[in-house]
């Protein structure tokens, strides 16, 4: 299988590979559904931009798909059951002042009187984590939701990449179990922000729509604090996930380590973003890229790794990036991309295996620099030193990459 972008149309035979999923969670369409261009079109109108399909370019290719295990339906589950319950006690103070808002939750503690749905959350952490830690990443653990499941969709995809970067760094067990559940609940805040507003592109928003987005850090803090005492990480992750590290980031505009190992505090005395936050501000950057957001196209793997690497240092933190794209493919399985030397100049092609160097994979090219599809050749790029490869989208150019405060 191999995952494409619908805007470009669908393959001649293709299938979908996967059931897609709905803005809710729940199934939007079925795995082996034939892809036309009434199927593409009726996609498009529910706003999917990318999908797994079944073709002869990406014929023998095997992706496993974390979302068909238990362990992610009990997690992810549990969550939107903890935040479709908190969003109910929440909702009269959607359109209140954000003052207003953080002083009623804190005088209410609504996540206090839900204890028992944290509890079914905090009970699907063992399996999670050991998916997490275990998952294969051979295809750039994208993301595989819908664009409007940005809550509890996402929340679950972040925590799935925090989890395998906490194993990177060299978390123990019971520090990979809590910083998956600070994961989980990080976007809690994003319940009081209306939902057309987060369905607004960031560069249509007002600049009232903005603060009331960027508000969803300090929501999300008020929101955690009556966890604070047993997982005292959370309410830091909620408030500090947009930070960045030369401090242009929101709310407070505080500072990042930009090291794994580092004291609690700068040399100045100053307070620094807590690794565990920037663990999920880089899991949070690259589900967001790859996933899309509101009026945004999703990034493929290899795309998406050259963001990371250019915000590296001055917006997330470089080492926990270095950590990622060691944990990442440099070329994803079942990602497209566009063959670059000799008689095979601008070539289409899939990321069809690894070998023994991991930037130069096998690829089957299925089109040629004209747009023609051709009958699909392998090309070992072992072999083939002079032929090197490029994404088929350039991020320096996607929406949002130079977005600094998202």
Same mark, same amino acid.
């Given at each position: 299988m191999r995952r494409i972008f619908l805007d470009g149309g669908a393959p001649p035979?293709? %299938?979908?590979?996967? $059931? &897609?999923?709905?803005?809710?969670?729940?199934?939007?369409?079925?795995?082996?559904?034939?892809? @036309?261009?009434? %199927? &593409?079109?009726?996609?498009?109108?529910?706003?999917?931009?990318?999908?797994?399909? /079944? #073709?002869?370019?990406?014929? #023998?290719v095997a992706v496993s798909d974390p979302q068909a295990t238990n362990a992610w339906f009990e997690a992810y589950g549990a969550l939107a059951d903890c935040l479709r319950a908190l969003g109910r006690a929440t909702e009269p103070l959607l359109r209140q002042p954000a003052s207003r808002a953080v002083e009623e939750i804190r005088q209410r503690r609504p996540l206090?009187? &839900?204890? /028992?749905?944290?509890?079914?959350?905090?009970? *699907?952490?063992? *399996?999670?984590? $050991?998916?997490?830690? @275990?998952? $294969?990443?051979? *295809?750039?653990? &994208?993301? #595989?939701? =819908?664009?409007? #499941? $940005?809550?509890?969709? =996402?929340? *679950?995809?972040?925590a799935l990449l925090t989890g395998r970067l906490g194993v990177a760094v060299g978390f123990s067990p019971a520090d990979v179990s809590t910083a998956i559940l600070a994961a989980l609940l990080h976007d809690a805040g994003l319940l009081l922000v209306p939902e057309d507003v987060r369905r607004t592109p960031e560069v249509r928003r007002t600049p009232a729509e903005q603060r009331r987005y960027e508000d969803h850090a300090m929501f999300g803090e008020a929101l955690l604090a009556p966890v604070a005492q047993r997982v005292p990480v959370a309410p830091l992750v909620a408030i500090e996930h947009h930070e960045q590290q030369a401090g242009g980031g929101y709310p407070n505009g505080i500072a990042g380590g930009n090291r794994i190992l580092r004291a609690a505090q700068s040399r100045d005395g100053r307070a620094t973003i807590t690794l565990v936050s920037e663990l999920v501000a880089v899991a949070d950057r690259y589900e967001r890229l790859t996933a899309g957001t509101a009026g945004e196209h999703p990034l493929s793997a290899p795309a998406a790794r050259q963001v990371l690497a250019a915000e590296a240092g001055h917006r997330l933190n470089a080492e926990v990036v270095a950590r990622l794209l060691e944990v990442l493919p440099v070329w994803a399985l079942g990602a497209e991309v566009r063959l670059r030397g000799g008689e095979i100049e601008g070539a289409r092609a899939v990321v069809v295996r690894h070998t023994f160097r991991r930037d130069r994979p096998v690829v089957r090219a299925f089109e040629d620099a004209s747009g023609a599809v051709v009958e699909p050749y392998e090309v070992d790029l072992i072999e083939a030193q002079h032929v090197a490869l490029e994404p088929v989208d350039r991020p320096a150019t996607a929406p949002g990459v130079a977005a600094g405060r998202r």
């Open positions: 035979g293709a %299938t979908l590979a996967r $059931d &897609l999923s709905s803005p809710e969670g729940g199934v939007l369409a079925r795995a082996g559904l034939p892809l @036309n261009a009434r %199927t &593409l079109r009726a996609l498009r109108e529910h706003g999917v931009a990318s999908c797994w399909v /079944q #073709d002869a370019a990406g014929a #023998d206090a009187a &839900l204890s /028992q749905s944290l509890e079914y959350v905090r009970g *699907a952490l063992p *399996a999670f984590a $050991d998916l997490a830690k @275990n998952v $294969d990443a051979s *295809a750039g653990l &994208l993301p #595989d939701r =819908h664009p409007a #499941d $940005d809550i509890v969709g =996402h929340s *679950a995809h972040v």
